[in-house]
């Protein structure tokens, strides 16, 4: 009697189909994590965009970070301010009634957000605050010029976008995997 049995030839083709299968699934995963992730921090930012804005359209009052006690008017800015791989939230008020300078310090009632291993933010300004101007909500840029030590707080000068628009980018190089956040305060379009 003859016994049937697989060839080492087809063990091995059999096993480089399997291996070829596993690997292909295991880069979807690969990549539908990243994909996730970069969702995730997506809609962690717009809401975050939103919420700034909203505050600063309808002026509302705040703790302040410096003193803890509430004022009763709305700061210059609500702001927020990307470090590449995580930002935090800012209240900036100007330093005097006569100085362009502004001093942003960290609002403590927001966390600061850390972004997932390899997932970066990129955006034309390294912070950007909403602020209310002749009843208008617009778009300030801006960019720290001295830090006010370890707190995290800057001083800074402001710049009203011409256009009022700005995009931020969503990274991850890894994957080459990114996301577009469009902002248009000119028309009061938040397009996410």
Do not use: H, W
């Amino acid at each position: 009697m003859k016994q049937k049995a697989f060839t080492f030839v087809e063990l091995i083709v059999t096993m480089g189909i399997i291996s070829s299968i596993s690997l292909i699934g295991i880069l979807g995963i690969f990549n539908f994590k990243a994909s996730s992730e970069i969702n995730s921090v997506y809609s962690n930012l717009t809401s975050s965009i939103k919420e700034l804005r909203n505050k600063a359209s309808n002026s509302v009052i705040y703790n302040d970070p410096s003193t803890g006690i509430i004022n009763s008017k709305a700061p210059a800015l609500y702001s927020i301010r990307f470090f590449g791989n995580s930002y935090s939230f800012y209240i900036c008020n100007k330093i005097s009634p006569s100085s362009n300078k502004i001093r942003c310090a960290v609002d403590k009632t927001t966390p600061t957000y850390s972004l997932p291993q390899g997932i970066e933010i990129g955006a034309n300004y390294s912070s950007l605050g909403f602020t209310l101007l002749d009843a208008d909500l617009s778009i300030v840029t801006l960019n720290a010029y001295s830090d006010g030590g370890n707190s995290g707080d800057f001083i800074t000068t402001g710049a009203i976008l011409p256009s009022s628009t700005l995009r931020i980018a969503i990274i991850n190089q890894q994957f080459n995997l990114q996301r577009l956040l469009n902002l248009d305060i000119t028309y009061d379009k938040l397009d996410f």
